[in-house]
């Protein structure tokens, strides 16, 4: 996409579409349109909608409306019919809400502006999780020859953090899952890049809840060729700490240590009898 067919000030968003500090006149100004009129983009870079955040934008419609407008296109071939470019989720909750128009603002785009577009809207409301994100800049590279520097300045990021994004997508399927689940976070992740075991150790990480400095820790120790520090199952102080317990309390004790930082105590008990037993000796310390 040439660079002067790409309108200026992209990283401000939506604002810079719609025109807000010049007259509104033309193709710029707001008009209703009927749902039915729309169709979704096909460039959307968001792929999931979690539907708790799009029922309470449901709500909000049905009590407010539709207040700002979508960036829609028309779609070539196609009478009184148009692309969401910006907005699919007001357009999905005025649908749900039952209303029959919505305000649109109409744009002639290109398919690369219309991806663009798509993102940065995403992108500045942090609707996109890691993995969206850093496939929609693969999609704009790849398809219209974006190069990083200029996907930095169009959705208004840092240069390294397109970079860092873009990283992630070399990471197994299994691992960007845990990412878009929310589940393991970037920095977590991009700990992970280029290692044979990632699956396994992003799991190891999920299930250890360690941060990304120790996940970097876990990293360099694997690279070292350093064997990870025993769990608390393993680790025969821990094992003994279990059974010292136990003795004085007759129960069954677990102790789950998370890397010398901080842990918790389990204490088993079958009968109410044995919990009232057990209150009544940690009364005594």
């Given at each position: ?7 200026r000030?992209?990283?401000r ?5 719609i025109g807000?500090d ?30 708790g955040?799009l029922?309470?934008?449901i ?60 993102i ?20 704009l ?11 930095a ?7 390294p ?6 990283r ?19 920095g ?22 360690l941060?990304?400095?120790q ?5 360099k120790?694997?690279?070292g060729?350093?064997?990870p520090a ?8 821990i ?19 998370k ?17 009232d ?5 940690l009364?005594?310390f």
């Open positions: 996409m040439a660079d002067e067919a790409r309108p000030g992209l990283g968003g939506l604002s810079a579409l807000e010049a007259p509104r006149s033309g193709n710029r100004a707001p008009r209703t349109v009927p749902t039915a009129f729309l169709r979704p983009n096909k460039f959307q870079p968001r792929k999931t909608f979690a539907e955040d029922n309470d934008l709500a909000s419609v049905k009590d407010k409306g539709i207040l700002q407008p979508l960036l829609v296109r028309p779609i070539a071939g196609e009478s009184n019919a148009y692309e969401i470019v910006a907005g699919e989720r007001r357009w999905r909750a005025a649908q749900a809400a039952k209303l029959h128009e919505v305000p649109v603002i109409v744009r002639e785009l290109t398919d690369g502006q219309a991806l663009e577009f798509a940065i809207e995403n992108v500045q409301r942090a609707d996109l999780n890691a993995i969206e994100e850093g496939l929609a800049y693969e999609e590279m790849e398809r219209f020859s974006y190069t990083q520097e200029k996907l300045d169009a959705v208004g990021k840092s240069r953090h397109v970079a860092n994004t873009l992630l997508l070399k990471l197994p399927e299994p691992v960007r899952m845990l990412v878009r689940d929310g589940k393991l976070t970037p977590a992740a991009r700990t992970l890049i280029g290692d044979p075991d990632a699956e396994a150790r992003a799991l190891e990480i999920v299930a250890g809840g941060n990304v400095r996940a970097e820790q876990r990293s120790d694997k690279k060729g350093k064997k025993p769990t608390a199952a393993e680790d025969p102080n094992k003994a700490l279990e059974l010292s317990l136990a003795n004085i309390l007759g129960l069954k004790v677990q102790i789950a240590d890397n010398g930082e901080a842990g918790e105590v389990r204490i088993f008990y079958k009968t109410l009898e044995q919990l037993d057990l209150i009544l000796r009364k005594k």
